[in-house]
């Protein structure tokens, strides 16, 4: 059974979810989430997905801001 398999890879972690919203960057620290050891795929809850969602677009208040470099990738020939 692959699921099965697939099962045993994931390991419950807490992982920094990112988002990019109307151009700005914004990452929320210590989500919990289930995370494939193989790929690196993070898998969150209805639950969790739910909570991003009403702190993110909500009225809640960031705890901190951060400066973020930005590059632009060029593609050379």
Excluded: C, H, W
Excluded at 36 to 49: A, C, K, L
Aim: hydrophobic residues 40%; charged residues 25%.
């Amino acid at each position: 059974m692959i699921f099965e398999q697939e099962e045993k890879q994931l390991v419950n972690k807490l992982v920094t979810y990112s988002l990019e919203l109307n151009g700005q960057l914004i990452l929320v620290e210590n989500v919990p989430a289930r995370v494939n050891e193989e790929t690196g795929e993070q898998f969150f809850s209805p639950d969790i997905v739910q909570r991003l969602q009403d702190m993110i677009l909500g009225d809640e208040k960031p705890l901190n801001f951060i400066q973020v470099p930005v590059y632009q990738f060029k593609n050379v020939a």
